[in-house]
């Protein structure tokens, strides 16, 4: 896999996709062969079950002819993964975060 390279966001954090990023949230890699029309929902809602699921990387979509990977639950129910996406600190408070976004 090509290193990814490090993307700002508005707020000057790094945003989802960026090393920064990756090294701030837990993910795991499914490697074996997975049908992107319902299989990838149906893995990523059952695992979504469970609390700090990680963000989960498809690498071996079923039917895929351009080396595309899927990230999904990037987000999950965590509020410092909510803010790494949309370029906040993940540190601040709650409300802090909702005041920032409200002034983004």
């Known amino acids: 896999m090509?290193?990814?390279t490090e993307r700002r966001s508005p707020?000057?954090?790094c945003a989802i996709g960026s090393s920064?990023?990756?090294s701030r949230v837990s993910s795991a890699r499914i490697n074996a062969p997975v049908d992107p029309d319902e299989e990838l929902a149906a893995i990523t809602f059952m695992a979504g079950t469970?609390?700090?699921t990680p963000a989960?990387?498809?690498s071996?979509?079923?039917g895929n002819r351009t080396?595309?990977?899927i990230l999904s639950n990037m987000l999950g129910a965590s509020k410092e993964r909510y803010a790494l996406a949309v370029g906040l600190d993940p540190d601040a408070s709650t409300s802090d975060l909702i005041m920032r976004r409200r002034a983004i």
Do not use: K, Q, T
Request: zero cysteines.
């Open 56 to 58: 989960l990387l498809f």
């Open 50 to 52: 469970h609390p700090e």
């Open 60 to 62: 071996n979509l079923v």
């Open 11 to 13: 707020g000057g954090i």
């Open 67 to 69: 080396d595309a990977r």
């Open 20 to 22: 920064s990023w990756s």
């Open 2 to 4: 090509a290193p990814v």
